[in-house]
Each structure stands twice: as structure tokens, then as C-alpha cells.
């Protein structure tokens, strides 16, 4: 079966510290990808996505992600967190046959101290 | 545009209980998903309708849960009985048919305790 692996469940960062989170998938068709972020009491929010071209995609408020085939990866970062940044973060996969069925990996919960 | 509405955002309820859950998506979307969310597995597809109509329900735990979407407004999830493994919290999310894929928007969810 697909599945969806974040590594990391807890990090903690001090403000202005960079950020990278892990997300690997195991599926070797074309996959869409995506980073979903869910702030504290509130729902989840779509990040950015990866469906084709440029592998470094640019989402908002300054997270990026890198999509390398090769390592099944499509890792999250930001150069400079900030306590407002503080959040559950989920890695998701759709595979590319047409049914919009989204698996999410176990989510990453980031705190960032001020 | 309110988004999609799920209610009621919290529900505690005893074992054995029925539980409606009931969600609203956004005006013209015409698929809608119920998620599950727990610490142990994450977040889960339950099912999902495209068009009111049920498209994969390979996500419901067991005959106790069922969902309906009598129309494209409304969608309810119902747990009869209910269980204390059945403590989560719910989402809603509704999309636009319209590609190859179409973003979901998720609403607030229900957390729903079962004692």
C-alpha cells in the first residue's frame, strides 16, 4: 500500500533558526504532492503543492519544498522560523490515476520558542 | 465565502450512543471527503462522494459508521453505536471537480470524545 513517512514527529526551534522537514512516500508512479499546515485550533491549509516542472516549489509564508525522485522525498523548509510558524505540519501524496484520494503522512508538530 | 462547516465542533458522548456528525461545503463544490484524524494513524480517508454520490467508502472502519450526502449542501457521518476507539477528530473537505487534481478545503473539524 502507499504510504506517506514525516520522520520527525516533534521539533522544537528557536526563532530565526532554519527548518527542514522530512517526508518520503513509496510509490513509484507520478505523484502530486503536497504540504498542508495546521495551526493550533484551527484546520488544515494548503501549503504548496508539486505536480510538475521546476522540482523547488515556493509556497507561502517563505516555506519551500524539494521534490528529488530519485529519493522518494519531498522535504519542507524555511531559512528563518518564526513563533507564528508554530504548527502540525502534513506531508500528502495523491497518486496520478484520476481519484482524488490524498494520503497524508502522520504530520510533524513544530514549536517555535520567541 | 464561510468555508466549509462542520458541526457541532466538539461532541462528548457515552459508549453505545449514536453520533451525527454534519458537514456543509463550499457553495459549488461538488466534491466533498471525511477525514479522521487520531494520534495513532494520522490522518485518514473515510469516504468520499463526488457529485452526492458515494465514490470509495474503502476508508470506513466498520458497518457501525455510515455517511450520507442527500445533496449537494449537506453531508452527515453517522457512528451507531458509538465506541471509545472512535474518540478523534473528524474533517470535512470539499472540492471543485475540474482537473487533474482540485484543492481540498478542509473545515474545522469535530473532536468527538466517547466515554
Known amino acids: 500500500a502507499q504510504s506517506v513517512s514525516q520522520h520527525n514527529h516533534h521539533v522544537i526551534l528557536s526563532e530565526a533558526a532554519s527548518l527542514e522537514l522530512g517526508c518520503n512516500y513509496s510509490y513509484g508512479g507520478t505523484v502530486n504532492l503536497f504540504w498542508y499546515v495546521q495551526y493550533p485550533g484551527q484546520h488544515l491549509q494548503l501549503l504548496l503543492k508539486?505536480?510538475?516542472?521546476?522540482?523547488l516549489v515556493k509556497g507561502i509564508k517563505g516555506f519551500e519544498a524539494e521534490f528529488i525522485k530519485s529519493k522518494f522525498s519531498f522535504n519542507l523548509r524555511k531559512p528563518s522560523v518564526q513563533w507564528s510558524d508554530t504548527a502540525e505540519y502534513f506531508c500528502?501524496?495523491?497518486?496520478?490515476?484520476?481519484?482524488?484520494?490524498?494520503?497524508f503522512g502522520t504530520g510533524t508538530r513544530l514549536l517555535v520558542s520567541p | 465565502d464561510a468555508g466549509v462547516i462542520q458541526s457541532p465542533r466538539h461532541e462528548v458522548t457515552e459508549m453505545g450512543q449514536e453520533v451525527t456528525l454534519r458537514c456543509k461545503p463550499i457553495?459549488?463544490?461538488?466534491?466533498l471527503f471525511w477525514y479522521r484524524q487520531t494520534m495513532m494513524r494520522g490522518l485518514e480517508l473515510l469516504i468520499y462522494?463526488?457529485?452526492?454520490?458515494?465514490?470509495?467508502d474503502s476508508g470506513m472502519p466498520e458497518d457501525r459508521f455510515s455517511a450520507k450526502m442527500p445533496n449537494a449542501s449537506f453531508s452527515t457521518l453517522k457512528i451507531q453505536p458509538s465506541e471509545p476507539r472512535d474518540s478523534a477528530v473528524y474533517f470535512c473537505?470539499?472540492?471543485?471537480?475540474?482537473?487533474?487534481?482540485?484543492?481540498?478545503?478542509f473545515g474545522p473539524g469535530t473532536r468527538l470524545t466517547v466515554l
Open positions: 500528502a501524496v495523491i497518486l496520478n490515476t484520476g481519484f482524488q484520494k490524498l494520503v
Open positions: 457553495s459549488g463544490h461538488n466534491s
Open positions: 473537505a470539499s472540492s471543485l471537480d475540474r482537473g487533474p487534481y482540485n484543492e481540498q478545503f
Open positions: 508539486y505536480f510538475s516542472g521546476d522540482p
Open positions: 462522494f463526488n457529485n452526492n454520490v458515494p465514490i470509495d
